[in-house]
């Protein structure tokens, strides 16, 4: 049997590159091979307002910024059901239901909740939903049935749970036949591009820390940020030799370098491997390094600017695609939900005689 493969992003501001290495590139590598039952991928609108309540008109104007990156990188609508949360109920019942089945304790647990609680400051006051979003997040998973998630190494946490709840939904209600099948995630090959750092070296790159190139911006701003990027702060002069651990250049070009891209834009070097070393033993400026980085960036972001666009002159097209598609998802999810609701015993249609 071919997977069933769902995933998505909140829509609180364009997709950058931690997007794009973290998560798309498995999309677009699973979409072309199209060896797969069904793929989803959604637009995760109300999961945002879990931390964006008094910013509903923030969340409501990046749904279409989003629809548009994901088309700009080439995702197909043809090939994948885009979709926006909010506009399939179904989510939301399954997610009274399964919360049943989990402590507040466990959530609190949660690694990737109790790291966003202290990055909002939520510590004092957590809002229910924000809480409880990895249940929100497994029936967001499990409505359709899906064996694949293609995610980044943050969103580990938020799956475990979900897995968690197959074994406790399956284990009370359905012990004979289970309902739900295992997820598992996909993660990208390379560690690096698993939790891409930010251009401040600091944090993981993230729309609200400010450390991030999008994949709409233009050629100005990406030189701009990329050569601000954080290296090696004692690697003054050229002369001087340079570390690579914690050198955010490195790290990117560890994340989107390719060999082919030495013979175009740095021939003096065979790869890799030979511009580290060359870095490491002293020699090599920082300024050449990162117009190499900035090469291979524009090159990479080039056509999905050109796309977008393109695509900003048919925003209603794109409306339309996205409601017609959360129609569809709708319909799929009611299919698992009454199938949940069967072995739950809630199926009241039966009492009548």
């Known amino acids: 049997m071919k997977d069933i493969i769902l995933t998505g992003d909140r829509p609180t501001g364009n997709l950058h590159l931690g997007h794009y290495v973290g998560s798309i590139k498995n999309r677009l590598k699973l979409q072309n091979e199209g060896s797969y039952e069904k793929f989803y991928i959604m637009i995760a ?84 939903g924000f809480l409880n979003y990895p249940v929100s997040q497994a029936a967001d998973i499990l409505a359709f049935g899906t064996t694949i998630v293609p995610a980044g190494e943050d969103q580990l946490p938020m799956l475990e749970q979900a897995r968690e709840i197959v074994a406790s939904f399956n284990h009370t209600y359905s012990p004979k036949i289970p309902v739900f099948a295992m997820p598992k995630a996909l993660l990208p090959e390379e560690s690096i591009c698993r939790r891409l750092p930010g251009l401040d070296g600091k944090v993981k790159m993230s729309k609200s820390a400010g450390n991030a190139i999008y994949l709409c911006d233009d050629e100005k701003t990406i030189k701009e940020k990329i050569m601000s990027a954080y290296t090696d702060p ?120």
Do not use: W
């Not at 309540?53 to 104007?61: E, G, P, S, T």
């Not at 030495?262 to 580290?276: Q, T």
């Not at 056509?303 to 393109?310: C, T």
């Open 45 to 128: 609108d109300t999961q945002a307002l879990t931390d964006n309540a008094d910013r509903v008109d923030k969340v409501k104007n990046n749904i279409i910024q989003v629809a548009i990156d994901y088309l700009s990188a080439g995702i197909d609508p043809e090939k994948v059901t885009i979709f926006i949360q909010s506009l399939v109920p179904e989510l939301f019942e399954m997610t009274s239901y399964f919360m049943n089945l989990v402590s507040v304790s466990r959530l609190q647990r949660n690694p990737t909740i109790k790291d966003e609680i202290k990055q909002r400051g939520f510590e004092k006051s957590i809002p229910i």
């Open 234 to 353: 004692d690697h003054i002069r050229v002369s001087d030799p340079g570390k690579i651990e914690g050198n955010i250049v490195f790290a990117y070009l560890d994340a989107f370098c390719e060999n082919r891209h030495f013979e175009k834009y740095l021939p003096e070097y065979k790869n890799l491997d030979e511009l580290k070393a060359h870095y490491q033993k002293g020699g090599l400026g920082d300024v050449k390094v990162k117009l190499f980085l900035n090469n291979i960036i524009q090159e990479l972001l080039a056509p999905i600017r050109e796309k977008r666009a393109y695509l900003l002159n048919h925003i209603n097209d794109i409306y339309t695609m996205l409601f017609e598609n959360s129609k569809k998802a709708s319909k799929e999810a009611s299919i698992i939900l009454s199938h949940m609701k069967d072995e739950m015993g809630l199926d009241y249609k039966k009492l009548l005689k």
